[in-house]
């Protein structure tokens, strides 16, 4: 078995990280008007820095900027689209105790456009902070939100119909041109790795969520079809020697999750209809079902194996891990298939329930593992 060369590697990661207080305190000044966006950048730039070589230093090959200038990982990218307005998220207490993120109202509210290059800046930053380690094999990752979110959470109510009074085909040709525009000034500053994150499909495997789909007027089994050929129109605009991939997320908003269920009900579409490089996708717990929708992967795909949880800072065993890799081996084979945590470690600034040091530790268990299964 061997290592990969190309992303995503036999070790990799969703992308997020625990925020460092002293960011966190910047946020919060800028919030109140205490400093400027420039000084908030410079503390974001330091920070991104040194959370750059921390990646380097566990062993992993692809490098994020772990979120560092963002609030939430999917709203801080859509709102920068043109045609689109999104609300700020509430936080429910739950009878528990526990805390719960409202799914945030994301409107199309006029013709969808790539008004302005989004993540350009920030990644000729990370890029420049990598080379600057002078370590070969490092790539630097982009990790935006999935384009199936401008329809999911609302569907056809949150889109505009003065816009869009027919949402197929001009509506789902519209947003694949914006992230086709994206995904071109990207590569023309010479990145390589794109990540699109995506709650969406992994929802449409939990009951509740497929109800709710319902109720607002779409067929949950029809949807995963629908968002294969809606991903497809972005693949078919990706750069050449870019590496496209999704991760599948069923919720990670202070250690707690929003759905569960097998991927059987999208698997097909997941893994043979969508023209993808490659799938990150959660397996670290029983929520997330068996290995048998792994079926399903078309020859020279990739799955990337979430069985390492980011939600709680108890590390899982080696050989544990290494005894579900098999048995996943027995759905697809082991040349297409990698390890990761489940999710990253803080998809909002708020951060998971975890230890920085669990972080540390959690991502080292990936890389050491990966070593000894695939070389």
Not at 154 to 163: D, L, M, N, V
Request: contains cysteine; neutral net charge.
């Amino acid at each position: 078995m061997t290592a990969r060369t190309t992303p995503p590697f036999r070790a990799d990661h969703v992308g997020s990280f625990l925020r460092p207080g002293y960011l966190l305190q910047a946020r919060e000044r800028k919030a109140k008007g205490e400093i400027t966006a420039e000084q908030l950048r410079e503390v974001e730039d330091k920070s991104i820095s040194e959370i750059v070589k921390f990646q380097a230093d566990v062993g992993l090959q692809s490098i994020t900027d772990g979120e560092f200038r963002r609030t939430y990982f999917h709203l801080d990218f859509l709102e920068q689209l043109g045609g689109v307005k999104t609300d700020i998220p509430v936080t429910i207490k739950k009878p528990d105790g526990t805390e719960e993120l409202a799914p945030p109202a994301i409107r199309v509210t006029g013709k969808v456009r790539h008004a302005k290059a989004i993540q350009l800046a920030d990644f000729q930053y990370l890029k420049g902070e990598v080379a600057k380690l002078d370590i070969d094999g490092l790539t630097p990752k982009v990790t935006i939100p999935s384009p199936t979110m401008l329809h999911f959470r609302g569907g056809r109510a949150g889109i505009s119909k003065e816009a869009y009074p027919e949402l197929d085909p001009v509506f789902y040709d519209d947003v694949a041109r914006a992230y086709g525009d994206e995904l071109q000034s990207l590569a023309d500053a010479g990145c390589r790795y794109v990540q699109m994150d995506d709650t969406n499909m992994a929802y449409l495997c939990d009951e509740k969520m497929r109800a709710a789909a319902r109720a607002r007027g779409d067929d949950p089994n029809e949807l995963p079809h629908r968002y294969a050929a809606f991903i497809n129109k972005v693949v078919a605009l990706k750069p050449k020697g870019m590496t496209l991939c999704m991760h599948l997320c069923r919720g990670n908003f202070k250690s707690t999750f929003a759905a569960q269920g097998n991927y059987e009900p999208v698997a097909e579409a997941l893994l043979s209809e969508m023209n993808l490089d490659a799938y990150f996708m959660e397996y670290d717990d029983d929520r997330s079902g068996d290995f048998r929708p792994l079926r399903f992967l078309k020859k020279g795909k990739i799955v990337v194996l979430g069985l390492v949880t980011t939600k709680f800072g108890q590390l899982e065993k080696k050989d544990d891990l290494k005894r579900r890799i098999d048995e996943a081996a027995k759905h697809a084979p082991l040349e297409q298939l990698c390890l990761s945590p489940q999710c990253g470690f803080s998809s909002t600034v708020h951060g998971n329930n975890i230890a920085v040091e669990d972080q540390r530790r959690k991502l080292e268990l990936v890389v050491q593992t990966a070593r000894e299964v695939w070389g």
